[in-house]
């Protein structure tokens, strides 16, 4: 074998064993947080998502559902720090950190017929195009958002108007809007994380809280209340994010996995989450038939929408400009979603 040969030889074998290991350095494990568990809403978006990049990629996913690393916050610190590449976490979570997001809290903005809903989700300008660049300044590259059913109350008692709330003890999520729209609903609201609203419930720490039908029916909430109204004043809304700095690292085709993943993910929960909507208040109709479902009337609606008004500007106040920019376009993407 002359120098040259060898010399050939020793290179192809430099490039294949480079070629070998940048493969396998590309073969991540990706860590994905969330809220809720995998039968959940944000649990068939993650399911989605890690299929879709598991079939497209050397890629793995590794999802922990609600409980396995703390709290919502908990994970949301975890994200920021880059020790997961992927979150679910709610507005309703996320509003002491991005109090734009609570744009999505305040009642009465958010369609619930389920085809606007849908048609709001897919198309909304504020959705798709102004907040991504809010989340960036918290070191988070925005996905998806997507709704999870219309916001529905459990108490221990019937209510119909503001006046009838006086007195309740309504666990909210730890946003602060959450608890403007409470108090300004007439309520006596307690911010609390999810793990303490079960026993919050049968201890009377609290009497009532707020969530979709689908999450009611799966935690057994409706079991702890004897009534569920609805409000109509919103919408449950959930946002899943990627670590900014781990997503401008990826390689540009790795940047098109993980968006195509989204999108792949959030056609399929915007079909899926409006069954379950129905589904879970089905459910509760049959495993529950003594349950009190009161659905306000329009008029009895008008005294809650005159209050509203108090939230929408304690928004504007605590969200500036730019929050209420966005909130004048989500107004106009819903007239646009109705037509
Ligand atoms: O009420 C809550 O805290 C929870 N609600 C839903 C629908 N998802 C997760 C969240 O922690």
Not at 32 to 44: K, N, S, V
Not at 320 to 336: C, F, N, S
Request: charged share 25%.
């Amino acid at each position: 074998m002359t120098v040259k040969t060898r010399l050939r030889l020793r290179t192809c074998a430099t490039v294949a064993f480079a070629l070998l290991t940048t493969t396998a350095v590309h073969a991540d494990n990706w860590r994905y947080a969330m809220e809720e568990g995998l039968t959940d809403p944000q649990g068939l978006y993650a399911t989605k998502f890690k299929e879709e990049i598991e079939a497209n990629s050397d890629h793995t996913v590794q999802i922990y559902p609600v409980g396995t690393l703390g709290e919502s916050a908990d994970a949301m610190e975890q994200a920021q720090a880059g020790l997961l590449q992927f979150i679910d976490q709610s507005p309703g979570f996320t509003g002491a950190l991005i109090p734009e997001a609570e744009a999505f809290l305040v009642p009465y903005i958010q369609p619930t017929d389920p085809v606007v809903v849908r048609k709001f989700f897919k198309e909304s300008v504020a959705i798709n195009e102004m907040f991504h660049d809010i989340y960036r300044e918290q070191g988070l590259e925005l996905l998806s958002m997507f709704p999870e059913g219309e916001m529905v109350v459990t108490t221990m008692e019937e209510f119909r108007t503001p006046e009838d709330l006086a007195g309740m003890k309504i666990r909210t999520m730890t946003s602060p809007l959450l608890l403007e729209t409470y108090t300004a609903f007439g309520a006596s609201p307690i911010a609390m994380p999810w793990g303490e609203l079960i026993g919050g419930l049968k201890t009377g720490m609290v009497d009532g809280q707020e969530n979709p039908a689908i999450w009611i029916e799966a935690y057994d909430l409706d079991n702890l209340t004897n009534v569920m109204t609805y409000t109509g004043h919103g919408q449950y809304t959930t946002a899943v994010m990627a670590n900014a700095e781990f997503y401008d690292g990826l390689s540009d085709a790795d940047k098109e996995l993980v968006q195509n993943a989204s999108q792949a993910a959030l056609d399929y929960i915007l079909d899926v989450a409006v069954e379950l909507d129905a589904t879970g208040l089905a459910k509760i109709k049959e495993t529950n038939p003594d349950y009190i479902i009161n659905r306000l009337t329009e008029a009895e609606r008008m005294p809650f929408k005159e209050r509203a008004k108090a939230v929408e500007a304690a928004f504007v106040e605590r969200a500036g400009e730019r929050g209420a920019a966005i909130l004048e376009q989500m107004k106009k993407d819903l007239v646009a979603a109705q037509q």
